[in-house]
């Protein structure tokens, strides 16, 4: 019987990062950074050596070095720390970074006082010594419609509970990644908001008939914003709320109290392509 190495890769993960820019009035940068380097790596799971493995150490302080020269677009940041781990590491051929962005809301009675902002911007960045592309995306965007919303028309079999209905509140914790044509030049601050804000928009305007009718909706309403996106997924956790009965206590409830549970839950997810776009259904998932 004979064996032989996998796929395989190695990196540094969730490395966490503050940058304060000074000035009149103080910004922060607040990031969780993941590299993950991949490439003639057979030595070290074979024999143990470990002539070509840049140690995660070593990555970990790459990302606080390159910090001190500014973080800027966290896409951009991403792309410079994949090119370089490849550029300069003989035996690395792939980096992927990924990179996750705590947003902070300035408090206006000072300068330098702030509260973390909901929702939490991602990128991602893989590079392999001829070919880049980015991807970028929102976590934990946490929405809600308190009506709007029906879920019926389903098969039932002996298991089935659920009762049809035609008036539901649909919440949802948005996970959202979108990738991007080109990874050249891009206004990246203005893509994410826009995505976002499209995001928001499709989900508040559709009445939705099905949690999958209404992923639909919003992926086709981002990528219809912006011709530079080829793909988005999404993943949508169905926060459930359900009706309370209040009728042992001799009250009605014309749907208005309800319990709101956060296990078990379905779990929705898909992807939108743009038809024609280069690299559809790359494995970025």
Request: aromatic share 10%; charged share 25%; proline share 4%.
């Given at each position: 019987?004979t064996?032989q ?13 503050v ?11 607040d990031?969780?950074v ?9 030595a070290t ?11 995660t ?10 910090a ?9 940041f ?17 980096a992927r970074?990924r ?9 206006p009675v ?18 392999d010594?001829e070919s ?6 929102v976590r ?9 919303s ?41 893509s ?21 009718q209404?992923?639909?909706?919003m992926?086709q309403y981002?990528?219809s914003?912006?011709?530079?996106l080829a ?5 949508l956790p169905?926060?459930?709320?359900f009706l309370?009965?209040?009728e042992?206590f ?7 109290v ?6 078990p ?21």
């Amino acid at each position: 019987m004979t064996f032989q190495l996998g796929d395989n890769q190695y990196g540094k993960a969730e490395t966490r990062l503050v940058r304060v820019d000074r000035g009149d009035t103080h910004s922060i940068t607040d990031l969780t950074v993941t590299t993950t380097l991949a490439g003639d790596l057979t030595a070290t799971h074979l024999t143990g050596d470990n002539t070509g493995v840049l140690p995660t150490d070593t990555q970990k302080n790459t990302v606080y070095a390159f910090a001190r020269d500014g973080v800027g677009e966290i896409e951009d940041f991403a792309l410079r720390l994949a090119r370089h781990f490849v550029d300069s590491a003989p035996a690395i051929e792939r980096a992927r970074v990924r990179i996750e962005q705590a947003s902070w809301d300035r408090i206006p009675v000072t300068g330098h006082s702030f509260a973390q902002a909901a929702g939490t911007r991602t990128a991602t960045a893989t590079y392999d010594g001829e070919s880049a592309w980015v991807v970028s995306g929102v976590r934990d965007l946490t929405v809600m419609n308190t009506t709007g919303s029906e879920f019926h028309g389903f098969p039932k079999d002996r298991y089935t509970t659920l009762a049809e209905t035609s008036d539901r509140i649909l919440a949802t914790a948005v996970t959202a990644r979108w990738r991007h044509s080109e990874p050249g030049t891009r206004d990246w601050q203005d893509s994410f908001d826009r995505a976002k804000e499209r995001l928001l928009t499709a989900f508040a305007a559709t009445y939705s008939m099905s949690l999958q009718q209404t992923l639909y909706a919003m992926g086709q309403y981002v990528l219809s914003g912006d011709d530079g996106l080829a793909e988005i997924r999404l993943e949508l956790p169905n926060k459930h709320h359900f009706l309370v009965d209040l009728e042992p206590f001799g009250l009605d409830n014309p749907g208005e109290v309800y319990l709101a549970a956060d296990r078990p839950y379905g779990l929705i997810e898909g992807a939108v392509l743009r038809e024609g776009a280069p690299g559809a259904g790359l494995a970025w998932w």
